[in-house]
């Protein structure tokens, strides 16, 4: 049995290597003639059936017939969907959304031409990566706005693409990008834009990154959560593995063994702490727990979508199906969920915050961690900061699923909203980091007002990059330099390295 949590994070770490800026997609034996099969029995079918999209129109127009010229057609589809505005999603995603797209028409129920297949994976093997706008998907037929951008961008039409060039992206035409490639546009037909731009993957290639995110900032938690608990000589017992174990749930378990990593295993509070400590402490295992295990179930909701067809109509068996595949609802659930546990891990982290801060509860420190107060204001900037990046936090988590509306002439009445549910959670991301980095500077100053040990880890890295704050100084861009320390450490614990298991059988990044 798999040690909890691992396999549905190794999963997405696989997937998102495997499309990422030096990866390559070829198809296999099977999954060609799987889609040379699709293809001839569409074929079979023009003459004989309606073909939404393909002999009629799209969305109400259904009832119409479409264009004679397939290429009109599939042409006038991505043109007329190209309405995108506000922040290009992070190259990153883009590679991942359309390596996506690719990916499910492998499995041959899309009937896409190959050689359109192969035209874009060729441009996405050589690197080309559309610049695709974030906002403007309901994420119900499919993420149709951004991923219209995508088509268009690989059609050499009007769009811009990302070049990456001295380790850093810029935006120019894709005209210009795909010249320099040596790639040729694609030349999209009825079909195989129809099946390109519709299906879920702009709001799920988001989701997976952020999913990702999430769980380095579950470790971080912990990890930061061990070191504190040690630096003020907290009780170790809500930690051990027998109160856990009792409680059954296991998210708890992994999370208290990685806090114990922290503590060297020392369970014996100092003299002068409480018999039970404030809740952001006590129970941060039960919190970070409950939140690994939510990402857990998350991250296998995620995968099964990513390794489904999202497009219609589709072939199964020689049929020919007309259906709602492209509806994201399990995307924008997941995101939901996201929200949640990235607001537990936020919440948490900036009581933790307010606790080192506070001479009531660490161990009568000076306030605020300045060795002048008065004539110092220590980390006071800092936590008023955080608090604001947890108000915002919270107000972009609310469900985007709750404000849709029916529209497309109420052909589109029922909508998941999935992309603006998982761009707000990728916002919600980044200012959790920002109250990680908060706490880690403060956590950075307990170490040398108690004359803690370095540590290992990240810990010594800290103390050597950030000096002691002996004067106010601002502190914005180490409070963005320790989170990304912190992001860099524990997305990637160790470049290439697996996760290890906890003595329990509950997954641990490797340390050094």
């Given at each position: 049995?798999p040690?909890?949590?691992?396999?549905?994070?190794?999963?997405?770490?696989?997937?998102?290597?495997?499309?990422?800026r030096?990866?390559?997609?070829?198809?296999?034996?099977?999954?060609r003639?799987?889609?040379a099969?699709?293809?001839r029995?569409?074929?079979a079918?023009?003459?004989?059936?309606?073909?939404?999209g393909?002999?009629?129109?799209?969305?109400?127009?259904v009832?119409h017939?479409a264009d004679?010229?397939?290429e009109a057609?599939?042409?006038?589809?991505?043109r007329?969907?190209?309405?995108?505005?506000?922040e290009?999603?992070?190259?990153?995603?883009?590679?991942?959304?359309?390596?996506?797209?690719?990916?499910g028409?492998?499995?041959?129920?899309?009937?896409?031409?190959?050689?359109?297949?192969?035209?874009?994976?060729?441009?996405w093997?050589a690197?080309?990566?559309?610049?695709?706008?974030?906002?403007?998907?309901l994420?119900?037929?499919g993420?149709?706005?951004?991923?219209?951008?995508?088509?268009?961008?690989a059609a050499?039409d009007g769009?811009?693409?990302w070049?990456?060039?001295?380790g850093?992206?810029?935006?120019?035409?894709?005209?210009?990008v795909l010249?320099d490639?040596?790639?040729?546009?694609?030349r999209?037909?009825?079909r195989?834009?129809?099946?390109?731009?519709?299906?879920?993957?702009?709001?799920?290639?988001?989701?997976?990154?952020?999913?990702?995110?999430?769980?380095?900032?579950?470790?971080?938690?912990?990890?930061?959560?061990?070191?504190?608990?040690?630096?003020?000589?907290?009780s170790?017992?809500?930690?051990?593995?027998?109160?856990?174990?009792?409680r059954n749930q296991?998210?708890?378990?992994?999370?208290?063994?990685?806090?114990?990593?922290?503590?060297s295993?020392?369970?014996?509070?100092?003299?002068?702490?409480?018999l039970?400590?404030?809740?952001?402490?006590?129970?941060?295992p039960q919190?970070?727990?409950?939140?690994?295990?939510q990402?857990d179930?998350?991250?296998h909701?995620l995968?099964?979508?990513a390794?489904?067809?999202?497009?219609?109509?589709?072939?199964v068996?020689?049929?020919?199906?007309?259906?709602?595949?492209?509806h994201?609802?399990?995307v924008?659930?997941a995101?939901?969920?996201?929200?949640?546990?990235?607001?537990?891990?936020?919440?948490?982290?900036?009581?933790?915050?307010?606790l080192?801060?506070d001479?009531?509860?660490n161990?009568?420190l000076?306030?605020?961690?300045?060795?002048?107060?008065?004539?110092?204001?220590?980390?006071?900037?800092?936590?008023?900061?955080a608090?604001?990046?947890?108000?915002?936090?919270r107000?972009?988590?609310?469900?985007?699923?709750?404000?849709?509306?029916?529209?497309?002439?109420h052909?589109q009445?029922?909508?998941?909203?999935?992309?603006?549910?998982?761009?707000?959670?990728?916002?919600?991301?980044?200012?959790?980091?920002?109250?990680?980095?908060?706490?880690l500077?403060?956590?950075?100053?307990?170490?040398r007002?108690?004359?803690?040990p370095?540590?290992?880890?990240?810990w010594?890295r800290?103390?050597?990059?950030?000096?002691?704050?002996?004067r106010?100084?601002?502190?914005?861009?180490?409070?963005?330099?320790?989170?990304?320390?912190a992001?860099?450490?524990?997305?990637?614990?160790e470049?290439?390295?697996?996760?290890?298991?906890a003595?329990?059988?509950t997954p641990?990044?490797?340390?050094t």
């Amino acid at each position: 049995m798999p040690a909890h949590g691992q396999q549905s994070h190794d999963r997405i770490r696989a997937l998102l290597r495997r499309s990422d800026r030096d990866a390559r997609l070829e198809p296999t034996g099977p999954e060609r003639r799987r889609m040379a099969a699709a293809r001839r029995s569409l074929a079979a079918l023009e003459t004989g059936r309606p073909v939404y999209g393909v002999t009629h129109g799209f969305g109400p127009l259904v009832g119409h017939r479409a264009d004679a010229d397939p290429e009109a057609q599939g042409l006038g589809l991505v043109r007329h969907l190209a309405v995108g505005q506000g922040e290009p999603l992070p190259p990153d995603v883009s590679r991942t959304a359309v390596w996506l797209r690719l990916r499910g028409m492998t499995l041959g129920h899309s009937a896409v031409d190959p050689a359109v297949w192969r035209s874009l994976a060729d441009q996405w093997n050589a690197g080309f990566t559309p610049v695709v706008p974030q906002e403007g998907s309901l994420s119900a037929s499919g993420d149709l706005v951004p991923l219209a951008h995508a088509a268009l961008a690989a059609a050499g039409d009007g769009q811009e693409a990302w070049w990456h060039e001295a380790g850093a992206w810029t935006r120019r035409p894709a005209r210009d990008v795909l010249r320099d490639l040596g790639r040729a546009p694609v030349r999209w037909e009825a079909r195989s834009a129809l099946a390109f731009v519709n299906g879920s993957s702009a709001c799920l290639a988001r989701a997976l990154h952020t999913h990702r995110e999430a769980l380095a900032l579950t470790r971080a938690a912990a990890a930061v959560t061990g070191r504190t608990v040690a630096l003020l000589g907290c009780s170790g017992e809500p930690y051990e593995d027998a109160l856990s174990r009792v409680r059954n749930q296991p998210g708890q378990r992994t999370v208290a063994a990685w806090i114990r990593e922290e503590t060297s295993g020392r369970l014996e509070p100092g003299p002068d702490r409480t018999l039970q400590e404030r809740y952001s402490l006590r129970c941060a295992p039960q919190v970070l727990g409950a939140v690994l295990d939510q990402l857990d179930h998350q991250g296998h909701v995620l995968l099964n979508e990513a390794e489904g067809c999202t497009d219609n109509p589709v072939f199964v068996d020689d049929r020919l199906l007309h259906g709602g595949n492209f509806h994201a609802a399990p995307v924008a659930l997941a995101s939901e969920s996201h929200a949640s546990c990235l607001q537990q891990v936020a919440y948490l982290l900036e009581r933790q915050l307010a606790l080192v801060l506070d001479p009531a509860a660490n161990g009568g420190l000076p306030p605020l961690l300045t060795p002048r107060p008065g004539a110092g204001s220590g980390f006071a900037g800092v936590q008023i900061a955080a608090t604001s990046h947890l108000a915002r936090l919270r107000q972009l988590g609310h469900p985007a699923s709750f404000t849709a509306v029916p529209t497309n002439l109420h052909n589109q009445d029922h909508v998941p909203m999935a992309l603006n549910n998982a761009n707000a959670v990728a916002g919600m991301t980044d200012r959790a980091w920002w109250i990680l980095g908060s706490l880690l500077l403060a956590v950075n100053q307990l170490t040398r007002l108690t004359r803690g040990p370095a540590g290992t880890g990240l810990w010594p890295r800290l103390l050597h990059r950030f000096p002691p704050l002996d004067r106010d100084r601002p502190l914005a861009d180490e409070v963005a330099a320790a989170a990304e320390a912190a992001r860099s450490y524990f997305l990637e614990p160790e470049p290439g390295a697996p996760l290890r298991s906890a003595p329990h059988g509950t997954p641990v990044p490797a340390t050094t």
